[in-house]
């Protein structure tokens, strides 16, 4: 096909100077540069920034298919062969890469405009050059947004001398260089331009302001954060802060790593869908790949991560949960890589044994062992150098000392710290402290049934969903669930809930023969995963809740007062949690964000779903609309 009118930039980190690009000449040419400098420079990390950019803001799938094609013939081949085995979809936003263990960073947009650009969190101090290969001629609004993304008196390199691009970024305040050659130099009007970039550095993080990120210094090196659980949140966060140099200290309070909610023999992966445009969607898309990605990444290095990405086929059981299939499979453009809409006699196919529904497939679904996937994270983490895990400790009280930083004692009253960052991933136990006690999460009891190969499910090929859900079989056993119960109890096993799981997929297949003949036996697993409201996750600064009710009572209904005050905080404490029935989807990029946000790299997710998975956001979306709480 005919090459994409691109325009690619891309930044490499740590000590090595800035280098950016934009253009179809430039990836390949960028990508070599660090195959090269990887080999010069054995310690160091990249992470580059590309944006596919034309004026077609529909424009992703031609993008992508173009630079695949780019792609094939690049070198180092390696490093290439890496890129293309990851699965990358024509959807818009951030989708990030890790290769080479870590070393480099991705950040991959296929589609670039004025308002994508609003939307970005990038440091300001990050980005100090720009290669633009385009014929592209952007608005001004856009070069404003990429001064905005960028150092003050930041250089742009254009690939061939043209007078209206070069005025355009002069006139934001760019040094401009055509080749190696300073065409300007710094102008008088420098000034006005940085006072200009500063202002719209202002007005976005402004946005942030009910819903804080960026609230204080970067971690230093020699620091360490304190991560509290050592389930799918909390040994994501290990490794995501381990690639970047950062120490962990990981308390677990089991015997051994994922031993909560993260220990069920197969946990379905697969992106919570709406048929309306919104944030969820972009999220859980993003979430999906990124967890797919890592799960592949760790099998690759010899990590024992049981999984097998055999689709997921999710169908209805009544005239609701059909219509409501329907509905999402027509709501957007979804690629085809991502979600298919199969006939009964194609889902019968799918499936290996008769459904008898219609429904959504998601071919890049499949399931994982969630204890191995947890175990292997951790163990990448500590084979990086930068973990250190403390097993059978149960953390019971939080206590910030008189220099701000945080102390930890455990149920034994050993004491721990100080941490400058201390991150709560304990799962069900996340409202245990007196600082995380009103955050708005409601525990879920749920048992998984395990379930002998049998008569009648050893042809399963797919995960199936309905009403319940059902693998296909792992060392001669499948997974039947799960029980939804509310503000458990008791973590006992439950008979009543074993036939209730029968009974599920039995209503899901009404008309099919072979889930009558299942004989569910007595094995199963309870876990509680914790539930917000909107199913998205919570990864933030924990809010001072007692302070924003009291302020609440004193600005009743002002909201001009909630959109220009920062909401109260206990600084330096983190919550990553709430991860709900899709936390291997959405665990493992909401780990990673909250990574590069403690150390100020540039965040995978936009300014909207950073507010949608703010610890407040439950109280901040009532204030902001004058509603009393």
């Given at each position: 096909?005919?090459?994409?009118?691109?325009?690619?930039?891309?930044?490499?980190?740590?000590?090595?100077?800035?280098?950016?690009?934009?253009?179809?000449?430039a990836?390949?040419?960028?990508?070599?540069?660090?195959?090269?400098?990887?080999?010069?420079?054995?310690?160091?990390?990249?992470?580059?920034?590309?944006?596919?950019?034309?004026?077609?803001?529909?424009?992703?799938?031609?993008?992508?298919?173009?630079?695949?094609?780019?792609?094939q013939?690049?070198?180092?081949?390696?490093?290439?062969?890496?890129?293309?085995?990851?699965?990358?979809?024509?959807?818009?936003?951030?989708?990030?890469?890790?290769l080479?263990?870590?070393?480099?960073?991705?950040?991959?947009?296929?589609?670039?405009?004025t308002?994508?650009?609003?939307?970005?969190?990038?440091?300001?101090?990050?980005?100090?050059?720009?290669?633009?290969?385009?014929?592209?001629?952007?608005?001004?609004?856009?070069?404003?947004?990429?001064?905005?993304?960028?150092?003050?008196?930041?250089?742009?390199?254009?690939?061939?001398?043209d007078?209206?691009?070069?005025?355009h970024?002069?006139?934001?305040?760019?040094?401009?260089?055509?080749g190696?050659?300073?065409?300007t130099?710094?102008?008088?009007?420098?000034?006005?331009?940085?006072?200009?970039?500063?202002?719209l550095?202002?007005?976005?993080?402004?946005?942030?302001?009910?819903?804080?990120?960026?609230?204080?210094?970067?971690?230093?090196?020699?620091?360490?954060?304190?991560?509290?659980?050592a389930?799918?949140?909390?040994?994501?966060?290990?490794?995501?802060?381990?690639?970047?140099?950062?120490?962990?200290?990981?308390?677990?309070?089991?015997?051994?790593?994922?031993?909560?909610?993260?220990?069920?023999?197969?946990?379905?992966?697969?992106?919570?869908?709406?048929?309306?445009?919104d944030?969820?969607n972009?999220?859980?898309?993003?979430?999906?790949?990124?967890?797919?990605?890592r799960?592949?990444?760790?099998?690759?290095?010899?990590?024992?991560?049981?999984?097998?990405?055999?689709?997921?086929?999710?169908?209805?059981?009544?005239?609701?949960?059909?219509?409501r299939?329907?509905?999402?499979?027509?709501?957007?453009?979804?690629?085809?890589?991502?979600?298919?809409?199969?006939?009964?006699?194609?889902?019968?196919?799918?499936?290996?044994?008769?459904?008898?529904?219609?429904?959504?497939?998601?071919?890049?679904g499949?399931?994982?062992n969630?204890?191995?996937?947890?175990?292997?994270?951790?163990?990448?983490?500590?084979?990086?150098?930068?973990?250190?895990?403390?097993?059978?400790?149960?953390?019971?009280?939080?206590?910030?000392?008189?220099?701000?930083?945080?102390?930890?004692?455990?149920?034994?009253?050993?004491?721990?710290?100080?941490?400058?960052?201390?991150?709560v991933?304990?799962?069900?136990?996340?409202?245990?402290?007196?600082?995380?006690?009103?955050?708005?999460a409601?525990?879920?009891?749920?048992?998984?049934?395990?379930?002998?190969?049998?008569a009648?499910?050893?042809?399963i090929?797919?995960?199936?969903?309905?009403?319940?859900?059902?693998?296909?079989?792992?060392?001669?056993?499948h997974?039947?669930?799960a029980?939804?119960?509310?503000?458990?109890?008791?973590?006992?096993?439950?008979?009543?809930?074993?036939?209730?799981?029968?009974?599920?997929?039995?209503?899901?297949?009404?008309?099919?023969?072979?889930?009558?003949?299942?004989?569910?036996?007595?094995?199963?697993?309870?876990g509680?995963?914790?539930?917000?409201?909107?199913?998205?996750?919570?990864?933030?600064?924990?809010?001072?809740?007692?302070?924003?009710?009291?302020l609440?009572?004193?600005?009743?209904?002002?909201?001009?007062?909630?959109?220009?005050?920062?909401?109260?905080?206990?600084?330096?404490?983190?919550?990553?949690?709430?991860?709900?029935?899709?936390?291997?989807?959405?665990?493992p990029?909401?780990?990673?964000?909250?990574?590069?946000?403690?150390?100020?790299?540039?965040?995978?997710?936009?300014?909207?779903?950073?507010?949608?998975?703010?610890?407040?956001?439950?109280?901040?979306?009532?204030l902001?609309?004058?509603?009393?709480?």
């Open positions: 096909m005919p090459a994409a009118n691109l325009s690619l930039q891309t930044i490499i980190t740590h000590s090595i100077s800035y280098l950016g690009g934009c253009g179809s000449k990836l390949p040419a960028l990508l070599q540069y660090c195959g090269k400098e990887m080999q010069h420079h054995p310690t160091q990390k990249f992470h580059l920034l590309v944006f596919a950019a034309d004026d077609n803001a529909d424009a992703p799938a031609q993008h992508w298919q173009t630079l695949q094609t780019l792609l013939n690049m070198q180092p081949a390696t490093l290439i062969a890496e890129l293309l085995q990851l699965t990358i979809l024509p959807i818009s936003g951030c989708q990030r890469l890790a080479e263990r870590g070393r480099i960073t991705i950040d991959l947009y296929l589609s670039c405009n308002h994508t650009l609003k939307d970005i969190v990038v440091p300001a101090t990050w980005i100090s050059q720009w290669f633009w290969h385009t014929s592209f001629l952007p608005e001004m609004a856009l070069v404003w947004q990429l001064a905005r993304l960028s150092q003050d008196h930041c250089v742009i390199r254009l690939s061939e001398p007078t209206t691009l070069k005025q970024f002069v006139t934001a305040g760019f040094q401009y260089f055509h190696d050659k300073e065409v130099t710094k102008l008088a009007a420098d000034d006005i331009a940085i006072s200009e970039r500063q202002a550095r202002h007005q976005a993080l402004a946005q942030l302001l009910p819903f804080p990120r960026y609230c204080w210094q970067p971690l230093a090196r020699d620091q360490q954060v304190a991560i509290i659980g389930g799918i949140a909390g040994a994501s966060l290990a490794l995501s802060l381990a690639e970047r140099g950062m120490r962990t200290h990981v308390f677990c309070s089991d015997q051994e790593a994922g031993d909560s909610a993260s220990g069920n023999r197969q946990g379905a992966l697969y992106p919570l869908l709406t048929p309306e445009a944030p969820l972009t999220f859980f898309q993003k979430g999906f790949l990124f967890s797919r990605q799960i592949i990444q760790l099998a690759q290095m010899g990590m024992d991560v049981p999984h097998d990405f055999c689709g997921v086929l999710v169908t209805g059981f009544d005239a609701r949960s059909r219509a299939l329907r509905k999402i499979a027509e709501g957007q453009p979804w690629p085809t890589q991502l979600l298919q809409w199969l006939s009964t006699e194609a889902a019968n196919a799918q499936a290996g044994v008769d459904v008898n529904e219609a429904g959504i497939y998601y071919p890049l499949g399931w994982v969630p204890k191995k996937l947890t175990q292997a994270s951790l163990q990448q983490a500590q084979e990086l150098g930068f973990a250190n895990l403390t097993f059978d400790s149960e953390i019971c009280k939080l206590m910030p000392n008189n220099a701000g930083q945080w102390m930890l004692t455990d149920k034994h009253d050993i004491c721990y710290g100080p941490f400058t960052a201390v991150v991933a304990s799962g069900s136990n996340m409202a245990q402290f007196s600082q995380t006690s009103e955050l708005q409601t525990p879920f009891r749920g048992q998984v049934s395990e379930v002998p190969t049998q009648g499910l050893a042809k090929k797919t995960v199936l969903c309905a009403k319940g859900y059902l693998t296909p079989a792992w060392q001669n056993t997974c039947l669930g029980s939804y119960i509310k503000d458990p109890q008791t973590l006992a096993y439950s008979e009543i809930e074993q036939q209730e799981n029968l009974e599920k997929i039995q209503q899901s297949y009404a008309d099919a023969e072979w889930p009558f003949g299942i004989n569910v036996g007595s094995q199963a697993r309870v509680v995963r914790m539930v917000t409201r909107d199913h998205l996750p919570m990864a933030s600064v924990v809010p001072d809740v007692k302070l924003i009710q009291s609440a009572i004193k600005q009743a209904n002002d909201i001009n007062f909630w959109r220009e005050t920062a909401a109260p905080i206990h600084n330096g404490l983190y919550v990553l949690g709430a991860l709900g029935s899709r936390g291997l989807c959405s665990g990029l909401a780990a990673e964000m909250l990574a590069a946000e403690l150390t100020h790299q540039p965040l995978p997710l936009s300014l909207s779903e950073l507010e949608r998975l703010s610890a407040n956001r439950m109280w901040l979306r009532k902001l609309k004058g509603k009393t709480l």
